[in-house]
C-alpha cells in the first residue's frame, strides 16, 4: 500500500492535491496521510480537525491520520469520529495507550501506534496486541524532506517476524524519507504500507509517482529478505 502525505501538497489546494493521487482503483493512492502537528510534541504545526473533516468530503480515499500531538488521549477520538479511517497516536504522547486503542475502534477507526527512530519496540509489545497498525518512523516526526534513518528497519524486521508467526496482528507503516532510492530496502524488511510525501507531491505527476513507487515494492516483495 502507498499512502502519500499530503504533508508535502499545496496546503491550499488540498482537495485537488488529494485528486491528483486517487487514480484508477488498485492504482492510485490506497490511503492519504494526514500528519497532524501541535507544536508541542514536534517543533512544527500543520492542521487540525477542521481540516480533517473538509478533506473527508473533498476525497473518497481512506484517510491515515498521524497524531504527532500531546495528550492524544483526549484529541485523537475526534478524528476518528470524524471519519478517519486510520487514526495513529505517539506511544511516546499517551498515557493510556490500551484504553486509546479500545476507544478509537469503538468510534469506527482502525487503531495506529507510532514510534520514534529512538524508541525501542520490545516495551511496547503487549500494547501493540491492541492495534491495528504500528508506524515506524524513519525520520525525527516533524517535517517531511528529511533523510531515511535504514538503521529503523531493524524494528520492522523484528515485527514482520512477529506477525509472520502469528504473535502480532497488525499492518506495518513506515513513515519518513521513503523514495525510489529506500522503498525497495523498506519493502524487502517487510514493510505493508509506504508513506510517502516529498517522492510523491515534489514529482511532476504525483499520480505517477505513486504508480512508480508500488511497481518497486512488488518487485522488492519477491524476493523479502523475512519470507525465507
Ligand atoms: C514527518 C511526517 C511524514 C512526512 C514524510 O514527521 O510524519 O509523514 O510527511 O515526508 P517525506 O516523505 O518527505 O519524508
Ligand atoms: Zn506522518
Not at 489546494?13 to 488498485?26: F, H, K, Q, S
Request: with cysteine; proline share 6%.
Amino acid at each position: 500500500m502507498i499512502a502519500p502525505s499530503i504533508l508535502a501538497a499545496d496546503f491550499a489546494r488540498l482537495a485537488d492535491e488529494a485528486a491528483a493521487v486517487t487514480g484508477e482503483p488498485g492504482r492510485g493512492a490506497d490511503w492519504l496521510h494526514v500528519d497532524v502537528m501541535d507544536a508541542h510534541f514536534v517543533p512544527n504545526l500543520t492542521l487540525g480537525l477542521p481540516v480533517v473533516e473538509s478533506l473527508r468530503k473533498a476525497t473518497g480515499v481512506p484517510l491515515d491520520c498521524h497524531l504527532m500531538i500531546e495528550d492524544p488521549d483526549r484529541w485523537a477520538v475526534g478524528y476518528a469520529e470524524a471519519g478517519a479511517h486510520n487514526v495513529t497516536v505517539h506511544v511516546e504522547a499517551a498515557r493510556d495507550p490500551v484504553a486509546l486503542a479500545k476507544d478509537l475502534r469503538a468510534a469506527g477507526a482502525r487503531a495506529g501506534l507510532s514510534i520514534k527512530p529512538g524508541t525501542p519496540l520490545d516495551p511496547h509489545l503487549e500494547t501493540l496486541r491492541h492495534y491495528d497498525t504500528l508506524l515506524v518512523m524513519s525520520v525525527e516526526p516533524g517535517f517531511g524532506g528529511q533523510s531515511f534513518m535504514p538503521e529503523v528497519l531493524d524494528k520492522v524486521r523484528a515485527v514482520r517476524r512477529m506477525v509472520d508467526t502469528g504473535h502480532l496482528r497488525l499492518l506495518v507503516e513506515i513513515d519518513g524519507g521513503i523514495n525510489a532510492d529506500t522503498i525497495e530496502a523498506a519493502a524487502e524488511a517487510g514493510v505493508d504500507c509506504f508513506v510517502a510525501g516529498s517522492a510523491v507531491y515534489g514529482a511532476d505527476d504525483p499520480a505517477r509517482a505513486v504508480q512508480a513507487l508500488r511497481e518497486q515494492v512488488v518487485a522488492a516483495s519477491a524476493h523479502r529478505g523475512w519470507s525465507a
